[in-house]
């Protein structure tokens, strides 16, 4: 297996646990936190998706989907591209209303999508091409692409979790 085709298969795995966190949830229910201070089921897809658009279409030096589509006002939120959830307080997490888990299914899978195909192209030498410079080390684009998948995967592991203790409340 070459690289482009395994992180395509990784990354591809996550629409359907996002699909499975979020389904059947009423929006009453995508916003309902499971303690002061948790974050509910919907903040958390929505930062997952947010989270890999943004640093995906950095990488692409293309526009995110979230500022040219309609998902921002489907979710209750301006489309500024730079809100990602982080650093978000319980204000900002409360402002992330969906209308259905049905947007952040979709939202997501136009993000992966966009993401794998890019990830079909990728050649190994392509990994070492820094792609950001803000840190030290400066970050490769192999790191970044791992780093998204890990922060995806640990955030819809949440909300799955999430999705449990709404169920069983």
Known sequence: MDVNDL????????????ESAVAGLSPEQLRQAPAAGANP?????????????????GVLGEAQLWATGDWAGRLG????????????????????RPESGQVLVDYHRAV?????????????ADLDRVVDRNWDPP?????RLVSVLADDLQHVGQAGYVRGLIERG
Do not use: N, S
């Open 7 to 18: 992180l395509t298969d990784a990354y591809g795995r996550l629409p359907d646990l996002v």
């Open 41 to 57: 089921v919907g903040w958390l897809v929505w930062h997952l998706t947010r989270i890999q658009d943004h640093h995906v279409a």
């Open 139 to 143: 970050v490769t684009l192999g790191v």
């Open 112 to 124: 992966v999508d966009r993401t794998r195909a890019y990830l079909r192209g990728l050649r190994p």
């Open 77 to 96: 939120l301006e489309p500024d591209p730079d809100d990602t959830g982080f650093g978000h307080g319980p204000d900002q997490i409360a402002a992330v």
